[in-house]
């Protein structure tokens, strides 16, 4: 019986990505025959089908999805490992490794790194992106020297957490939107709206949220990609909840509304080992990283006067 491969892993990653099994094949180097190959020894490691052959490309199956969601898992770490064994000949002896959830990359940690980098030009930066669950493992295990995380209501055996900000949420809409003049709205006024949403499995369609409302929303499109996302907002296809972080840095195409909820925030924090010293540019990177919070919550502040 056949196994999986790093290589068939990387086809069925761009096959899934482009909906094309000869996109796959361009963007990794591959001869249509090559692929094929691969494709069909994953499909016998799986035991079952991972790709709907259509007119117009393909489509994953159930089970090719579940295999996706694996392979990104592995080829991630896989790259990690690739990143850092590189770093011992070309970066600079001083590493620091960082991770953070997708709307922290688009302006707290660059801000961050940006004063580190320019206080400290021998530290070389690594980053992670992922889901704050992930990223709190990577830290216990020693990935990571620190992550930019949503507190967790426990953390993990050995990792420290530090909370920077009280994140408020917002209600992203296009800016012709009926509502999209208002400072706040109440949860029962969103009741109608069609949503954008990163994942549609239950409790983590909103980012908490909705938490004691008696209604499901409706859900018009799935994008987990950000930029995806507030693309599908700016034509009017939906609203969308976004953190507070993000906000500074939305398109003037986009509205946002203060959610009218005691739920709707979510709390930032630094996670790092608690169980060794913190040497120095780890310690500034956290200093840099509350200092920058600040920032943009003042940056919020102005752009929502």
Same mark, same amino acid.
């Given at each position: ?9 990387? =086809? ?22 090559? =692929?094929? *190959? ?40 896989? $790259? ?14 001083? *590493?620091? #490794? ?29 980053? #992670? ?13 020693? #990935? ?36 999209? $003049? ?14 954008? =949403? ?54 003037? $195409? ?44 003042? $940056? ?6």
């Amino acid at each position: 019986m056949s196994e999986f491969t790093v290589a068939g892993l990387r =086809v069925v990653r761009e096959a899934a990505r482009h909906g094309s099994f000869s996109v796959a094949g361009e963007r990794l180097g591959y001869t249509q025959s090559a =692929v094929s *190959r691969q494709i069909a020894l994953m499909e016998q490691a799986a035991g079952r089908p991972l790709f709907e052959r259509q007119a117009r490309g393909v489509r994953l199956t159930e089970a090719g999805r579940v295999v996706l969601r694996h392979a990104e898992a592995v080829l991630g770490e896989l $790259d990690s490992v690739r990143q850092e064994l590189e770093e011992l000949t070309v970066r600079p002896p001083v *590493r620091l #490794r960082v991770g953070a959830f997708s709307t922290a990359m688009a302006a707290l940690v660059p801000r961050a790194i940006a004063a580190l980098v320019a206080a400290r030009p021998q530290v070389a930066v690594s980053l #992670r992106e992922g889901p704050s669950g992930r990223l709190l493992t990577s830290v216990a295990r020693g #990935r990571l020297d620190l992550a930019v995380v949503t507190a967790p209501r426990q953390a993990p055996a050995g990792v420290e957490i530090i909370p920077v900000l009280e994140d408020p949420l917002f209600v992203a809409m296009s800016s012709r939107h009926p509502l999209a $003049d208002l400072p706040s709205a109440a949860v029962g006024m969103l009741r109608e709206q069609r949503w954008i =949403v990163g994942s549609a499995e239950p409790g983590t369609t909103l980012l908490g949220a909705w938490s004691d409302v008696s209604w499901e929303p409706e859900i018009a499109f799935v994008a987990k990609d950000w930029v995806a996302k507030l693309g599908f907002v700016a034509a009017g296809l939906g609203v969308t909840v976004v953190p507070g972080l993000i906000v500074p840095v939305l398109p003037p $195409d986009i509205a946002v509304v203060r959610i009218d909820n005691p739920a709707a925030v979510r709390t930032t924090a630094i996670a790092r080992p608690g169980d060794r010293p913190q040497d120095e540019p780890r310690r500034e990177f956290g200093e840099l990283l509350r200092d920058m919070s600040a920032e943009l919550a003042a $940056d919020l502040r102005r752009r929502l006067r």
